[in-house]
């Protein structure tokens, strides 16, 4: 009994210890997967919900008639045109993290021309063949990886055709609906450094982590890599008014956490 019971232990102690060996060399690569997926279908819809406020604003404002004001009578302000009323809500985010910018290679007189660096111009390229396209990359600026996305803005009302045509100073006067115009461009951190990440410079450690926010309830989970081993580490908060506060808080247990298994120096 001995003798067929030993190699069946040896055989499947082999296996459970490849399998746990498999599965920690692959949570880390798959928690990363989904933060970058997750990042990436956030900043799809944030940015295709500014759209679609750019299509309804712009349905709405062009679809009113100007009428002449009666003697004596001075006439309302008028709402911003769509094209400056999407220019001042991206102006918004220029502070922010996350910071959307709206470009086109036919600015309206009196406007300074954007840049277009090479992604600009592939994305221009992208739209002009599909409009129903996404334009995506990643980059890496100040040390930190960020997603940079592309959707376009297209004529989607003939009061806006009208408009851009016929007005003697537009640099284009040859839209037609469904052209597009130009796109809104947006920048997302891909990777929140201040919580699991703040004591974990990048190049240091490898780590990752996914973030989530609800109220005053707050969470990081995701793991770091190390020469002795892997932590995986979730850690969540409740109660602090601000985010702002509850970030050291969490970075400070990651911390902790990393140095109780030997993967910072106590």
Known sequence: MSGVTTPFIVIVSGLVGAIVMALIALVPATMREATIDAVRRGAIDAAEQLRMT???YAATVSSRPRLPAPKG???PVEPPSPSAFLQDLVNET?????RFEF????????REPPAFDEFRKQAWK???RDPNVVFTNEETLDGQRHL?????????TQSCVDCHNGETTSPKR????GDVAGMIEMLTLQQN???IGRYFPEGALPWGSKTGTVGDVSHDAGFVRGAGGDMIIVVFTRGFPVLHDAEPVMGEIARLAAVASGLLPA
């Open 54 to 56: 750019h299509e309804r």
């Open 73 to 75: 009578v001075i006439r």
């Open 94 to 98: 220029r502070s922010r993290p996350n």
């Open 103 to 110: 470009l086109s290679p036919f600015p309206w007189p009196g």
């Open 126 to 128: 992208t739209f002009q």
């Open 148 to 156: 940079r996305l592309a959707v376009p803005v297209r004529m989607t």
């Open 174 to 177: 040859d839209w037609a609906m």
């Open 193 to 195: 450094t201040r919580r």
